[in-house]
């Protein structure tokens, strides 16, 4: 697979107290993924790869087709947008992984999907 400039990703991730509890080492978090499309050419996204890594390095891998549900086509100059979420056992953890897609032509290209923190809020000072 070639890796391609083409694709941007950005992710926001936010801690969700009510769907957490603490006490049983369960800390519930969302994240939102944005893939903008730079390219002249449409892209789709077939599939994707996560590595889930809690505070105490313990790591989980999640693969699968498509996100939400969804193998959305994105075209030239746009962009989609979802949100899903993640359970670990400690309130810091990192997510990171790829995306697979495939451009007009059927070329297959993995976009790196950076790393990102989730984290409760009251632990950054």
């Not at 590595?51 to 939400?68: A, D, F, K, L, S």
């Not at 949100?83 to 810091?92: D, K, N, Q």
Request: hydrophobic letters at 35%.
């Amino acid at each position: 697979m070639l890796n391609s400039p083409r694709v941007c990703v950005q992710v926001q991730s936010v801690y969700i107290e009510s769907q957490s509890s603490p006490d049983e080492e369960r800390f519930v978090f969302a994240y939102t993924v944005t893939i903008r499309n730079l390219g002249r050419t449409p892209v789709q996204l077939l599939g994707r790869y996560w590595r889930i890594t809690n505070g105490n390095g313990r790591e989980t891998e999640v693969q699968g087709e498509g996100v939400i549900g969804e193998q959305p086509l994105i075209a030239p100059g746009s962009e989609f947008q979802y949100t899903s979420g993640a359970v670990i056992e400690t309130p810091l953890g990192t997510m990171e992984g790829n995306y697979h897609m495939v451009d007009e032509q059927g070329n297959a290209f993995s976009v790196a999907i950076p790393v990102f923190r989730l984290c409760v809020p009251t632990l950054i000072h």
